[in-house]
């Protein structure tokens, strides 16, 4: 199984910004964002960025 990244920009409370990189497991690219926006709402991920958002709004459709 091949190894994709997935990139999404995040904003933290004090209005900086970011990003936060994903590297998922998993068959075809069309599947990588949808599977690291899962793992993205996990607790430990919120933790790694600090409970830094996802900044939905700056994603590609």
Do not use: C, Q
């Not at 995040?10 to 949808?34: C, K, L, M, P, Q």
């Amino acid at each position: 199984m091949p190894f994709w990244s997935a990139t999404f920009p995040i904003r933290t409370t004090h209005g900086h910004s970011g990003v936060h990189i994903f590297i998922v497991d998993v068959d075809h690219y069309e599947d990588a964002r949808r599977h690291a926006l899962a793992r993205a709402d996990l607790p430990e991920a919120r933790r790694h960025r600090r409970n830094a958002a996802l900044d939905i709004r700056k994603l590609s459709p």
